[in-house]
């Protein structure tokens, strides 16, 4: 379980989580819809350890494990994954690279693979995802079209397997067939061993996955949580 113990969070001096309480249970999928600013990605970059968000206290739990005690790469290591809502180009590093080296650092030196059999369990999940083998070479994320960027947090994913699954508007920009695409790629994820806990301004996204909770993010805190259908009632009806 993720959980969110009476949490206060400030960037710089304004508050952007104010005493957030929730439980993300693993195996359940959740919606966090809210209007611009409310804090739903600061509330992702706490989780995941961005140092500009100060926990002024409370406590994020993983499985009973103080989560806010661990760096951001202890954090991806024990399972828990975040697709920024702004991906960073980064000149210099080949894809390749930068996905051999998050791959190897889960595994001790005796586990970690090679450049050949990496290549070897890469390359299936390429393929799967529609990406050409080109790409490997490229330097990360640069240059790469939008829908391009999200395949590579698609391929993250395949390749770490993570247990809680942050999505920070992985679908916006999206043409309808990539729309389409990830929407299917998250589907064939979902398992009792994951959570998708997903940001979106668009509706569409969340046809695609079953969605068992959706939390309303108003000033940093939850102002009304629901099931699927409360999905429906903002689309129809929008914030109050
Ligand atoms: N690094 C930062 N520096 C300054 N202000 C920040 C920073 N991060 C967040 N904020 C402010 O905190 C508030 C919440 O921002 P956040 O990005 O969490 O909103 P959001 O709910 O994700 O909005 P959106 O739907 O537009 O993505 C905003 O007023 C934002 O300007
Ligand atoms: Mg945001």
Redesign the pocket.
């Known amino acids: 379980m993720l959980k969110i113990d009476s949490l206060n969070v400030k ?2 001096e ?1 508050t ?2 104010n005493n957030l309480n929730f439980d993300f249970e693993l195996g359940k999928n959740y919606a966090i819809l ?12 706490t989780i995941m350890g ?1 140092p ?2 100060k926990v002024n206290s409370g406590t994020i739990y993983l499985d009973g494990e103080n989560l806010l005690q661990m760096t951001p790469d202890q954090r991806s290591s024990k399972g828990i994954f975040l697709a920024f ?1 702004n991906v960073p180009e980064i000149p210099g590093i080949k894809l390749f690279e930068f996905l051999k080296m998050i791959y190897n650092s889960q595994f001790d030196k005796s586990k970690q693979l090679s450049f050949m059999k990496f290549k070897k369990l890469i390359e299936p999940i390429i393929n799967e995802l529609g990406i050409s083998k080109d790409f490997l070479f490229r330097d990360l994320n640069v240059g790469f079209s939008g829908g391009e960027k999200r395949k590579l947090e698609l391929l993250q994913i395949k390749l770490l397997k993570p247990k809680y699954i942050l999505l ?2 992985i679908d916006s920009g999206l043409d309808v067939n990539s729309l389409h695409k990830l929407g299917d790629t998250i589907k064939s994820i979902c398992s009792s061993q994951t959570s998708f806990i997903i ?1 979106s ?1 668009y509706f569409d996204i969340y046809n695609y996955i079953d969605i068992d909770k959706t939390l309303i ?1 108003q000033d ?1 805190n939850i102002s009304q949580t629901g099931g699927k259908d409360l999905i429906q009632n903002i689309k129809n009806n929008g914030f109050k």
Do not use: A, C, P, W
């Open positions: 960037v710089d304004k952007v989580i809210g209007k611009n600013g409310t804090g739903k990605s600061s509330l992702f970059f961005h500009f968000y809502q920070d508007e940001i301004h993010i940093g």
